[in-house]
Structure formats: C-alpha cells, structure tokens
C-alpha cells in the first residue's frame, strides 16, 4: 500500500511556456493588449490602421508560465508590396505559435447586433479563413469593453464560435487592463507544459535601435494625416552608445524615408516646425524608455515608391529587426 503524499504545488500548475500570436483586423488594439500584458511601452499604437508593420515580440514571465507574445500587423486586403508583406508576418505568426489571441474590435462588431446584420464582416471571414487552415488554437479577445455594454459583446462571441472552434473567449478592455487576467489564465492553459524559452528579466527581442526607429514612426502616425504616415519608413542610421557609461548619452541619427518629394516638405513643415515636433516627442520617449539622454537628429529623404516594389523594402530596411 502506497502512503497519501501531500500535493506538490509545482504538480498543480506545471509551468508552461510558449509563442502566442496576436492577430487581428488593423486598429483593433493589438499592439496596446502587448504594451499592457508587459506593463511597458514596447509595440508602437495609433487611432490609425495599419500602425504595426512588422512582427514585434514581447516577453511576460511570471510564477506559472512564460508567453513569447508576437504582435503583428492587422490582417486587410493588401495592394502594395509593404501591405503584403505585412498580411504575411501576421499570416507566419500564426502558423509559428501555440495559441493564437485573436483580438477583435467590440466597437465595431457588437452594434450591429442592434441592426439585425450579419455579425463578421469580410475583414472577420478572412481571418477565420486563416486560422481554419493553421489549426491552432484560438481565444476570441473581445476588446474595447471599457466603451461597448458587456452583453451586446455575447452574440458575437456566439457568431464566432458557430464559424471557428475557441479555446475560449474573453472579453477585455486592452486599454484599462480589465479582464487581463482571466486572459492570462487562459493563455496558460494553451501552452504546452515546459521550461521557459528565456531568462525571466527579457522583456523583448527587438533592439533598442529598433524600438527608435518605432518611436520616430509613431510620432509621424500621430502627426502627419492622409498618405503620409502609410508612405514612411525610418531607419536609424547612427546608434552611438559609446557616452552611454559615462554621461548616460545616446546620440541617434535617424533618416525619416517618403516616397515623394511633395511629403518631404510636408514632413519638415513650415520651417522645420514638423520634423522638430516629431524629434521632440520621439526623444522623450525614447529617454523614458532606455533610461538615457538622448541626442536625437532626424533628416528627412526620398526612396521613390519605396512601398510598391519589393527593392524598396530592402531600400529601407524593411524586416531588419
Ligand atoms: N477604448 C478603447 N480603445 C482601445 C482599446 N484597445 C485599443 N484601443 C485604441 O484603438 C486604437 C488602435 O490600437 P492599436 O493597439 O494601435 O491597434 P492595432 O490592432 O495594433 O492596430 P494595427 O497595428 O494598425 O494593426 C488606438 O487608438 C488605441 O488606443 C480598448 O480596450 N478600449
Ligand atoms: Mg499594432
């Protein structure tokens, strides 16, 4: 006969650990569920689709699972060689990962309850489409609760679950941080019992150089209108930590790309006013998050049609992370 043993806490929740793809329409609030399971500003976010371009990854550890979070770019129809190239870093994400978030915008889905319509729309079907055929497990993220009423939110989530089987759904403000745990706890059931894939200090695989040519692109989606932020690369030209030790300096020279002589003038403004607004904000955040003074110089130069062929993306350093 075999003696009772006391349960083990470590039998009771087995660390897991492993790749959680969020994807969704553009704009729906991936990049900000990222920057609020981190608890840190790492992904770039906008009122404008399509700000996210390339994939961003994003590390949380805690006592019972570590999730390597990848954020993408959102799902669309895409013309231009940039936005293809796009649709498929979120198209590989999902096909690489162990469970997939797929957030969706409540704002958008959930009021057409009231109008008696059909529920997915086509930007909806065509992420069903992807995930039928990937096979990974999927949780709904139903996002924006803190400005859709709670139960308009439940007809979609049964809409969905008539078209795709869920792992779970889990409605969330990704803005407030309101029902993150619940995802959380979630997300860990999903993956698959192991030992975590990084130390539990790494926050994120992207370089710091990365994450300042993401600032300067950010400030120019929050400040330029129309075609503007769409037809903007930046790249990071000089990276000069070598007064990082001593005077906690960063110098940073940053080409900010257009694809048209016309966009330029308008990136510089009336007299520099623009790219200067632009260096400003960007250099603030910048100094928060490498806990450093920043020197920051921007300038700002044409690659014609740098977003339509795929010579322009390389011209760029477009997937250079
Ligand atoms: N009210 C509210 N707004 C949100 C929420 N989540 C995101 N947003 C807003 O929605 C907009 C888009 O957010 P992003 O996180 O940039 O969206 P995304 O899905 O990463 O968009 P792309 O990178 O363009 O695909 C921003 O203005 C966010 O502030 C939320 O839970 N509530
Ligand atoms: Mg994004």
């Not at 997300?187 to 994120?204: N, S």
């Not at 632009?278 to 690659?303: M, N």
Request: with cysteine; glycine share 6%.
């Amino acid at each position: 006969m075999t003696e009772p043993t006391a349960p083990d806490p470590a039998d009771a929740a087995p660390f897991r650990a492993g790749l959680v793809a969020l994807i969704g329409r553009p704009n729906a609030g991936k990049s900000t569920l990222l920057n609020q399971i981190l608890g840190s500003k790492l992904a770039i976010t906008s009122s404008k689709p399509q700000t996210t371009r390339d994939r961003v990854v994003g590390i949380h550890t805690d006592a019972v699972m570590q999730a390597v979070l990848l954020d993408t770019p959102g799902i669309h129809k895409a013309w231009t060689e940039l936005n293809k190239a796009m649709v498929q870093r979120a198209t590989d994400a999902v096909a690489d990962a162990d469970v997939v978030c797929w957030i969706e915008d409540m704002t958008l889905l959930a009021p057409r309850v009231a109008q008696g319509g059909e529920l997915l729309d086509g930007a909806a079907d065509a992420i069903v489409r992807i995930l039928e055929q990937a096979g990974t497990p999927v949780i709904l993220v139903a996002n924006k609760l803190d400005v859709v009423p709670p139960p308009t939110v439940l007809p979609v989530i049964e809409a969905v679950r008539q078209r795709l089987p869920l792992h779970a759904a889990v409605p969330l403000s990704a803005l407030t941080g309101d029902g993150l745990s619940d995802l959380l706890a979630e997300i860990r059931t999903a993956l698959p019992v192991g030992p975590a894939l990084y130390d539990a200090d790494t926050w994120t695989q992207v370089s710091e150089r990365f994450l300042a040519a993401e600032l300067v692109r950010e400030k120019v989606f929050h400040l330029t209108e129309q075609e503007i932020p769409y037809s903007t690369a930046v790249e990071i030209e000089v990276f000069d930590e070598s007064e990082r030790d001593t005077r906690g300096l960063i110098r940073i020279h940053a080409a900010v790309i257009v694809e048209r002589p016309p966009q330029k003038a308008i990136v510089i403004g009336r007299g520099g006013e623009m790219i200067k607004r632009i260096g400003t904000l960007a250099r603030k955040d910048l100094e928060r998050l490498l806990d450093a003074k920043v020197h920051l110089e921007l300038f700002v130069k044409v690659e014609k049609d740098w977003t339509k062929t795929a010579g322009g993306l390389r011209r760029v350093g477009f997937g250079r992370t």
